[in-house]
């Protein structure tokens, strides 16, 4: 009988046990790794603004050539990462540049504000 082809929504649950798992046992060794933010609706304006630093230094990173999606046509690590922050699972590079065109006035709307002059 062939191996039954897991589906994008199995192979994200999966990975995100994992990811969780190795996440706690680093936090435990003394690490500080920042849990992500799973619901923008209902999240802190620090939330968003660490949320979209995250999804522009990412999005930057996989537009340099990380592969979104495996040779099964799965979504990779990299293209998972986006969801475990509340951004859609990108498929290719117009869906990076969207996430990044986002987080970008995010990062402005949300971030530090500047001082004014004295």
């Not at 802190?44 to 099964?72: C, E, H, I, M, T």
């Amino acid at each position: 009988m062939p191996k039954k082809k897991p589906t994008a929504a199995e192979v994200y649950k999966k990975y995100d046990a994992r990811t969780n798992k190795n996440m706690a046992e680093h936090n435990a060794a003394g690490g500080s790794v920042r849990k992500p933010v799973r619901d923008a609706a209902g999240a802190s304006s620090n939330d968003l603004y660490d949320r979209a630093k995250f999804g522009y230094r990412k999005a930057v990173q996989a537009l340099k050539g990380q592969p979104l999606q495996d040779k099964n046509g799965n979504p990779t690590p990299a293209a998972m990462q986006f969801k475990r922050w509340d951004y859609p699972i990108p498929k290719n590079s117009g869906d990076l540049s969207k996430i990044k065109a986002q987080a970008e006035r995010a990062k402005l709307k949300y971030g530090p504000k500047p001082k004014g002059k004295k």
